[in-house]
C-alpha cells in the first residue's frame, strides 16, 4: 500500500512523514517543489530507506502528478503543500495563489482522474486529505466562542484567502465529481523542523544569538498553539476514520498571547542555557510595528474530532514548548543548515541549481 504526500519536506508535512513511517511499511511518496520553506534535512534519517521516495516536483504540474499516481497507486492523497507565510502573503502574493489555489486545483484535477479510473473496491476506499488552517475563519473578538467547523469564512490575509479558496475546490471537487475528501483545519502549529521565520523558532534563535526578540504591537494577539506531532495524529486519525465530505477543526486548547509564549521561551532558556552575563533572556524583547490587518485572536474548537474520532492531543503546551526548546537546542546543525546557506548549496548540488 503507498500513500502519497504533498509538501512532505516542509514543517508539518516532515513531520508527518516521519511519524507515519515511525508506525508503518506503507510506501510513502514525497512531492515537494522545495521552495524556501522545504528541506530535505528534516527527512536525513529516511536516507536509503525503500519505504520513502522523494520526488522534486510542483502540485500544479498535472502530468508528473498523473505519472506518479498511475505509477504508485496510492490509497490516499494527503495535500501539505502551500506557501504558508503571512508576512510573506502580505508582500508578495503571487505565489499563493500560484501554490494555494491553482496548485491546489490541478492536484484535485490529477486526483479526480486517478480515482475516476479505480476499480469499485478501490475507489470507495480512497481518501484525498486536504490540511488547512484555522485563518480561514478570520479573526475572533474577546467575548467570542472558538470556531467550529460550521463559522463562517472571513479570510484577512492573502494567505488565509488562498487557503480559503482551495477549501472551496476541495469541497466542491466532493459535491460536483464525488471525490471521498477530508479537510482538517488546525491552529498554530509549534515543534522540531519548524523553519525559522515563524515565531516559535525565531524567538529561540534570536535568543540564543543575543539578538532582539521581536513582538508585533503590544504582544496581545491571541494564538491557540498544538505541538505538531498532535496535529499529525490527528490528521492519521481524520484519515483513518473520518467521514468523507466533513471538516475537522483541530486544536489543543492552548490559547496564548504572543507575549506570553516569548516570555515563557525566555523562561525555559534561563533554566536550560542560561545567558553568560545572567541577565535574563526577556531582555531582549523588542516590540516592532504590528503586521498590517493582523487578526486580534484565534481560537478553536476541537470537541468534534473529540467526540467523534476520539482524538485528543498528547501534550499539553507546556510539555510541548519544553520539548521544542530542548530539541532546537539539541540540534543546532540542523538549525545551521536552515540559516547558513549551506542547505542551500547543498540542495543546488543535489537537484543542478533547480
Ligand atoms: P511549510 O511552509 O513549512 O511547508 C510547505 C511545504 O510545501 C514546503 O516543503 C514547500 O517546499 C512545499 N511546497 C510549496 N509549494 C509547493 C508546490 N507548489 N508544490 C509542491 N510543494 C510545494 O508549511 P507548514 O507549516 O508545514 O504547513 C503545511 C500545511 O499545513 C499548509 O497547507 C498550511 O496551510 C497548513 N497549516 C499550517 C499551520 C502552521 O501552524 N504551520 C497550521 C494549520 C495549517
Partial sequence: ??????????????????????????????????SYAGNLQTLASLQGDKRHRFVHGDIADRALLGRLLAEHQPRAVLNFAAESHVDRSIHGP??????????????????????DDLPAADKSAFRFLHVSTDEVYGTLAAEDAPFAEDHRYQPNSPYSAS????????????????????????????????????LIPLVILNALAGKPLPIYGD??????????????????????????????????????????????????LDELRPRADGKGYAEQISHVQ??????RRYAIDARKLERELGWKPAETFDSGIRKTVQWYLDNQDWVAGVTSGHYRDWLDRQYGGQ
Fill in 1 to 34: 500500500m503507498t500513500i502519497l504526500v504533498t509538501g512532505g519536506a516542509g514543517f508539518i508535512g516532515g513531520n508527518f512523514v516521519l511519524d507515519w513511517l515511525a508506525g508503518s511499511d506503507e510506501l510513502v511518496v514525497n512531492l515537494d517543489k522545495l
Fill in 94 to 115: 503571487g505565489d499563493f495563489i500560484d501554490t494555494n489555489v491553482v496548485g491546489t486545483f490541478n492536484l484535485l484535477e490529477a486526483v479526480r482522474g486517478y480515482w
Fill in 163 to 198: 487557503k480559503a479558496a482551495s477549501d472551496h475546490l476541495v469541497r466542491a471537487w466532493h459535491h460536483s465529481y464525488g471525490l471521498p475528501v477530508l479537510t482538517t483545519h488546525c491552529s498554530n502549529n509549534y515543534g522540531p523542523y519548524h523553519f525559522p521565520e515563524k
Fill in 219 to 268: 504582544g496581545q494577539q491571541i494564538r491557540d498553539w498544538l505541538y505538531v506531532k498532535d496535529h499529525c495524529a490527528a490528521i492519521r486519525r481524520v484519515l483513518d476514520a473520518g467521514t468523507t465530505g466533513e471538516t475537522y477543526n483541530v486544536g489543543g486548547w492552548n490559547e496564548k498571547t504572543n507575549l506570553d509564549v516569548v516570555r515563557t521561551i525566555c523562561s525555559l
Fill in 290 to 295: 504590528d503586521r498590517p490587518g493582523h487578526d
